[in-house]
């Protein structure tokens, strides 16, 4: 075995941290590693024999060996909880999700069987495959399905599926490339050396040779050529097997018919001395058709490599506070409640309260945006971003998958997963069109061995090639991916497809006004007293403390002594606060029409939007201000002139929706909207047939979100809003409203110029090649532009 590099976790060649004592005992010694984890894995290894995997890695290139070998991918260790740190994301419910990347995808219908295969499991709630990254999102119920259970039943039937990790994903990538580089090395050499040695054949001077002359070309052309059709063509053939095994059929299936059908003929004319041989046009069509796919697997890493470059940005280390001092731990180790120091120039490892006066921290991992923002003690920074100034301490709220860094990747991978009803049409008439081409190959063969024998192959042989729907497959695919990856640089990340199915017949968009339309800054520029001042500002503090709406922030140190309320607060919606003192005196804090409940005589001033009363008087009047988005008027304008709708729905008192309303040009708004009444009018839009975007950004605006066709909200908005929102902006710029439309726009475009396109190919080279007025050769290089073609017009969505 070679010697381990010195403080090196003996399984992952990580550096180990200080103060980590963890061993396992291998060749009756203790090795050091970095973890719990790593610790776990190796007792996993060791106890089942395959401990040869420690003798065979290669230490020069710690950062390609993987966590687990090859070996273990069928065994329980993935299982461990310490392993599934690393990958599992914990969601509501108990509900556990996970990426996993799974190799040998090679079409729809691979994905439609590992989505079946997956979902017949009990206790897997949702599989989805995005084809573009190979990736597969899955989520289960732990207490019914295990990780190995899932990744047995993929490898049973041909797949193999490993937690995704970000390092990880660049190798696979990698490996593929070598993989079609050695495939399309090989293809393209035989190909030269076959249509050297056929060069006669084109001129029509074969007649002249004697037949041993003849012979001797057909068998060293058979040498060249049998390579490619044993290795070089050998994933055409391992995909149309899955498609089969799954009742599908896919553009593999008449790929390998016709290789094979070609090579088998080629051979029976080699050994017999009489016929045709084909071997020129097989090693042609199979490299022309691996380099299409190889281009293909570099545009879907491009697309990826936004995505990724965030994790793998992440540091391995953090800096822990101890009772002893300052310790270097792995990121994945920290646990909840830990106090982590950052200092200046490093990167975030964790998402935490600040415990510093002040922070300035470089968000532009998650949002795009590169000025530093200002964050203040007890405010939330995260993982990914970097400090800016001094050094800061942090307390942990959640780390490695539970981080908002992950869950953006977590929500982008069901972004590029799920597939839009366009797709799913495509994704069907392409299977038909496979059943129409193997139909149409077999009467072809018929007609043509009715009429002249001698051509019937090659004729078959050109229509199978010609006819292929790769640039039909791809045509959805890669736009997606394209636009996903466009709105992802702009700060913008999308959770599903299905804004591009909303957009086409977008009619109305309706913005909250409090954080969507305004900043959401508010400040406190005016109050009227009617009781002590100090006493007033502490009961105010005391109960906006139990507050999350914006307007609470500038009143929530008023007081240095806020009032403690030992009765329940309780939080009516869209109205305000209710609570009870220690002497039993009952106060509301809220909008004018909470305290009219109480007393509807009462005398409040216009403009004060935030009272405090109790049942016999009102207390105090308190005007808080907000100001508008920057980029508000503008965006609403753009919208205006796509011809779309905009309304403004709006808790707010209506004297202050109607300024804000004017202001932007807004000519529908509605104001002291409680969270039903807004529901309503979105039920009342989409009863009239229209199609309803919701912004919004507040607690109360969850289901509203829900409800509308699509919605929207901000990084920064409140946690219901962000899980019921389909877009989350994380620059915080309204801008993005507008940005989506216009990507979704192009996003439609592309994709209606790469369906017509290869359906178009497709249908006209059908007669051409069904005539045989197209060499095999000839119908593979037309298939393969085809396709680079539609690839080329998707990249477009990355420029634009």
Same mark, same amino acid.
């Given at each position: 075995?070679?010697?381990?590099?010195?403080?090196?976790?003996?399984?992952?060649? *990580?550096?180990?941290?200080?103060?980590?004592?963890?061993? +396992?005992?291998?060749?009756?010694?203790?090795?050091?590693?970095?973890?719990?984890?790593?610790?776990?894995?190796?007792?996993?290894?060791?106890?089942?024999?395959?401990?040869?995997?420690?003798?065979?890695?290669? =230490?020069?290139?710690?950062?390609?060996?993987?966590?687990?070998?090859?070996?273990?991918?069928?065994?329980? +260790?993935?299982?461990?909880?310490?392993?599934?740190?690393?990958?599992?994301?914990?969601?509501?419910?108990?509900?556990?999700?996970?990426?996993?990347?799974?190799?040998?995808?090679?079409?729809?219908?691979?994905?439609?069987?590992?989505?079946?295969?997956? *979902?017949?499991?009990?206790?897997?709630?949702?599989?989805?495959?995005?084809?573009?990254?190979?990736?597969?999102?899955?989520?289960?119920?732990?207490?019914?399905?295990?990780?190995?259970?899932?990744?047995?039943?993929?490898?049973? /039937?041909?797949?193999?599926?490993?937690?995704?990790?970000?390092?990880?994903?660049?190798?696979?990538?990698?490996?593929?490339?070598?993989?079609?580089?050695?495939?399309?090395?090989?293809?393209?050499?035989?190909?030269?050396?076959?249509?050297?040695?056929?060069?006669?054949?084109?001129?029509?001077?074969?007649?002249?040779?004697?037949?041993?002359?003849?012979?001797?070309?057909?068998?060293?052309?058979?040498?060249?050529?049998?390579?490619?059709?044993?290795?070089?063509?050998?994933?055409?053939?391992?995909?149309?097997?899955?498609?089969?095994?799954?009742?599908?059929?896919?553009?593999?299936?008449?790929?390998?018919?016709?290789?094979?059908?070609?090579?088998?003929?080629?051979?029976?004319?080699?050994?017999?001395?009489?016929?045709?041989?084909?071997?020129?046009?097989?090693?042609?069509?199979?490299?022309?058709?691996?380099?299409?796919?190889?281009?293909?697997? =570099?545009?879907?890493?491009?697309?990826?490599?936004?995505?990724?470059?965030?994790?793998?940005?992440?540091?391995?280390?953090?800096?822990?506070?101890?009772?002893?001092?300052?310790?270097?731990?792995?990121?994945?180790?920290? *646990?909840?409640?830990?106090?982590?120091?950052?200092?200046?120039?490093?990167?975030?490892?964790?998402?935490?309260?600040? =415990?510093?006066?002040?922070?300035?921290?470089?968000?532009?991992?998650?949002?795009?945006?590169?000025?530093?923002? &200002? &964050?203040?003690?007890?405010?939330?920074? +995260?993982?990914?971003?970097?400090?800016?100034?001094?050094?800061?301490?942090?307390?942990?709220?959640?780390?490695?998958?539970?981080?908002?860094?992950?869950?953006?990747?977590?929500? @982008?991978?069901?972004?590029?997963?799920?597939?839009?009803?366009?797709?799913?049409? /495509?994704?069907?008439?392409?299977?038909?069109?496979?059943?129409?081409?193997?139909?149409?190959?077999?009467?072809?063969?018929?007609?043509?061995?009715?009429?002249?024998?001698?051509?019937?192959?090659?004729?078959?042989?050109?229509?199978?090639?010609?006819?292929?729907?790769?640039?039909?497959?791809?045509?959805?695919?890669?736009?997606?991916?394209?636009?996903?990856?466009?709105?992802?640089?702009?700060?913008?990340?999308?959770?599903?497809?299905?804004?591009?199915?909303?957009?086409?017949?977008?009619?109305?968009?309706?913005?909250?006004?409090?954080?969507?339309?305004?900043?959401?800054?508010?400040?406190?520029?005016?109050? /009227?007293?009617?009781?002590?001042?100090?006493?007033?500002?502490?009961?105010?503090?005391?109960?906006?403390?139990?507050?999350?709406?914006?307007?609470?922030?500038?009143?929530?140190?008023?007081?240095?002594?806020?009032?403690?309320?030992?009765?329940?607060?309780?939080?009516?919606?869209?109205?305000?606060?209710?609570?009870?003192?220690?002497?039993?005196?009952?106060?509301?804090?809220?909008?004018?029409?909470?305290?009219?409940?109480?007393?509807?005589?009462?005398?409040?001033?216009?403009?004060?939007?935030?009272?405090?009363?109790? *049942?016999? @008087?009102?207390?105090?009047?308190?005007?808080?201000?907000?100001?508008?988005?920057?980029?508000?008027?503008?965006? /609403?304008?753009?919208?205006?002139?796509?011809?779309?709708?905009?309304?403004?729905?709006?808790?707010?008192?209506?004297?202050?929706?109607?300024?804000?309303?004017?202001?932007?040009?807004?000519?529908?708004?509605?104001?002291?909207?409680?969270?039903?009444?807004?529901?309503?009018?979105?039920?009342?839009?989409?009863?009239?047939?229209?199609?309803?975007?919701?912004?919004?950004?507040?607690?109360?605006?969850?289901?509203?979100?829900?409800?509308?066709?699509?919605?929207?909200?901000?990084?920064?908005?409140?946690?219901?809003?962000?899980?019921?929102?389909?877009?989350?902006?994380?620059?915080?710029?309204?801008?993005?409203?507008?940005?989506?439309?216009?990507?979704?726009?192009?996003?439609?475009?592309?994709?209606?110029?790469?369906?017509?396109?290869?359906?178009?190919?497709?249908?006209? +080279?059908?007669?051409?090649?069904?005539?045989?007025?197209?060499?095999?050769?000839?119908?593979?290089?037309?298939?393969?532009?085809?396709?680079?073609?539609?690839?080329?017009?998707?990249?477009?969505?990355? &420029?634009?």
């Amino acid at each position: 075995m070679q010697e381990l590099p010195k403080d090196a976790c003996f399984h992952c060649l *990580q550096p180990i941290p200080r103060g980590v004592e963890l061993t +396992v005992d291998y060749e009756q010694q203790p090795r050091r590693v970095c973890c719990a984890g790593c610790q776990a894995v190796a007792e996993t290894i060791i106890e089942h024999g395959l401990s040869a995997y420690y003798k065979h890695r290669d =230490l020069d290139k710690p950062q390609q060996t993987p966590i687990l070998p090859d070996e273990l991918n069928n065994l329980d +260790v993935y299982d461990h909880p310490d392993v599934q740190r690393e990958f599992v994301r914990v969601l509501d419910g108990d509900m556990q999700q996970a990426a996993l990347t799974v190799s040998n995808i090679t079409c729809s219908a691979c994905a439609w069987l590992i989505e079946r295969e997956l *979902q017949a499991i009990t206790g897997v709630d949702k599989a989805v495959v995005n084809l573009s990254s190979q990736r597969l999102q899955v989520t289960w119920d732990p207490n019914q399905v295990s990780v190995s259970e899932m990744i047995k039943r993929l490898a049973g /039937i041909g797949y193999q599926a490993l937690p995704f990790q970000p390092n990880q994903q660049e190798q696979q990538f990698s490996r593929q490339r070598k993989g079609f580089i050695r495939r399309l090395g090989l293809a393209g050499l035989a190909t030269m050396q076959v249509m050297m040695l056929a060069f006669a054949l084109y001129f029509g001077v074969v007649s002249d040779l004697d037949e041993t002359t003849r012979d001797y070309i057909w068998a060293v052309s058979l040498v060249f050529a049998t390579p490619v059709i044993l290795y070089s063509a050998q994933p055409f053939y391992m995909g149309a097997l899955r498609a089969l095994q799954a009742k599908q059929l896919n553009m593999d299936v008449p790929v390998s018919i016709a290789l094979l059908g070609a090579y088998t003929a080629s051979v029976y004319a080699v050994f017999k001395g009489t016929g045709e041989v084909y071997f020129e046009s097989i090693s042609m069509f199979t490299f022309f058709l691996l380099s299409g796919r190889y281009l293909e697997l =570099l545009a879907k890493e491009r697309a990826l490599r936004f995505a990724t470059n965030r994790l793998t940005l992440m540091p391995q280390l953090a800096t822990r506070e101890t009772e002893q001092g300052n310790e270097s731990i792995a990121v994945k180790q920290l *646990q909840q409640g830990d106090v982590i120091v950052v200092n200046p120039g490093e990167t975030i490892a964790a998402d935490g309260e600040l =415990l510093s006066a002040e922070a300035w921290v470089d968000e532009s991992l998650l949002s795009g945006e590169s000025l530093p923002n &200002r &964050r203040i003690k007890g405010q939330t920074v +995260v993982a990914g971003s970097i400090n800016q100034q001094s050094a800061i301490r942090i307390r942990v709220t959640a780390a490695a998958q539970q981080t908002v860094l992950a869950g953006i990747v977590a929500m @982008q991978d069901s972004a590029l997963a799920e597939k839009p009803q366009v797709q799913q049409v /495509i994704d069907k008439v392409a299977g038909y069109f496979v059943s129409g081409i193997l139909v149409i190959a077999t009467l072809t063969f018929l007609s043509w061995w009715w009429i002249q024998p001698e051509h019937a192959l090659w004729v078959t042989l050109a229509v199978l090639v010609a006819t292929c729907p790769c640039a039909l497959s791809l045509a959805a695919p890669t736009a997606i991916t394209g636009t996903i990856h466009r709105l992802n640089r702009q700060g913008i990340l999308v959770k599903g497809a299905q804004v591009l199915e909303s957009v086409k017949s977008l009619d109305v968009v309706c913005f909250d006004k409090t954080g969507t339309l305004t900043e959401g800054k508010f400040k406190l520029v005016d109050r /009227i007293d009617v009781a002590d001042i100090e006493y007033t500002n502490a009961l105010i503090s005391g109960m906006e403390a139990f507050s999350e709406h914006p307007l609470a922030l500038p009143l929530k140190h008023l007081s240095d002594r806020p009032y403690g309320f030992e009765q329940q607060i309780q939080l009516v919606a869209g109205m305000g606060l209710e609570a009870v003192t220690n002497k039993g005196e009952h106060l509301r804090l809220g909008s004018a029409e909470f305290i009219r409940q109480w007393l509807p005589e009462a005398d409040i001033e216009p403009g004060y939007n935030v009272i405090l009363a109790s *049942q016999s @008087q009102v207390l105090a009047q308190l005007k808080v201000e907000d100001e508008l988005r920057e980029d508000a008027a503008a965006t /609403i304008n753009k919208l205006h002139r796509l011809g779309v709708q905009t309304q403004l729905i709006s808790g707010d008192d209506m004297s202050r929706v109607k300024l804000v309303a004017e202001q932007l040009g807004i000519h529908e708004y509605y104001g002291q909207q409680k969270p039903d009444d807004k529901l309503t009018l979105i039920k009342q839009l989409q009863q009239q047939g229209k199609t309803v975007w919701m912004v919004g950004d507040g607690l109360n605006d969850g289901p509203v979100l829900a409800q509308a066709h699509l919605s929207m909200t901000f990084a920064n908005a409140s946690d219901l809003a962000k899980t019921a929102a389909d877009v989350v902006i994380l620059s915080n710029k309204l801008g993005s409203v507008y940005d989506v439309i216009e990507s979704a726009q192009k996003s439609r475009v592309i994709m209606r110029q790469n369906f017509s396109w290869a359906l178009l190919y497709n249908v006209s +080279v059908l007669p051409v090649a069904a005539l045989g007025l197209i060499a095999p050769w000839a119908a593979a290089l037309g298939m393969s532009l085809s396709s680079l073609l539609v690839i080329a017009n998707s990249l477009r969505l990355y &420029r634009e």
